[in-house]
C-alpha cells in the first residue's frame, strides 16, 4: 500500500508564507509527476503546480511567482512554498501523485488534504 501525507497548512494573514510537504511512504517503487492541487468550499478541484521526475514544472497562473514547487526524490516528498499569500488562497490543498510500485504499471494516488486558510 502507498500513502500520501500532507502537512504544512495552518492559518496566516494575507502576505504571509506557508510550506506545505506531501511524503510518500509504503510500497514506493517510483514516483512520476507529483502535483498539488486545491479545493475552495463550492469549487472544483483545480490544479496548482506539477513536477515531473526530472524537475519540470508547471503553475496555474493564479500562482505563478507566487509559489515554489520542488521535490526531494531520495525523501519521496514534494514541497509547495507557498508566499504573498491571498485570501483567495484559501482552500483544502492535495497532493496528487503517480507512482509504481512494481517494475510495470503506475497508479495515481491522492492525499487527504491539509487546510489552508488566510486572512485579510
Known amino acids: 500500500q502507498v500513502q500520501l501525507v500532507e502537512s504544512g497548512g495552518g492559518l496566516v494573514q494575507a502576505g504571509g508564507s506557508l510550506r506545505l510537504s506531501c511524503a510518500a511512504s509504503g510500497s514506493v517503487f517510483r514516483l512520476h509527476t507529483m502535483a498539488w492541487y486545491r479545493q475552495a468550499p463550492g469549487k472544483q478541484r483545480e490544479l496548482v503546480a506539477a513536477?515531473?521526475?526530472?524537475?519540470?514544472?508547471n503553475y496555474a497562473d493564479s500562482v505563478k511567482g507566487r509559489f515554489t514547487i520542488s521535490r526531494d526524490n531520495a525523501k519521496n516528498t514534494m514541497y509547495l512554498q507557498m508566499n504573498s499569500l491571498k485570501p483567495e488562497d484559501t482552500a483544502r490543498y492535495y497532493c496528487n501523485a503517480e507512482i509504481m510500485t512494481g517494475i510495470i504499471g503506475s497508479t495515481n494516488y491522492w492525499g487527504q488534504g491539509t487546510q489552508v486558510t488566510v486572512s485579510s
Open positions: 513536477i515531473t521526475s526530472s524537475g519540470s514544472t
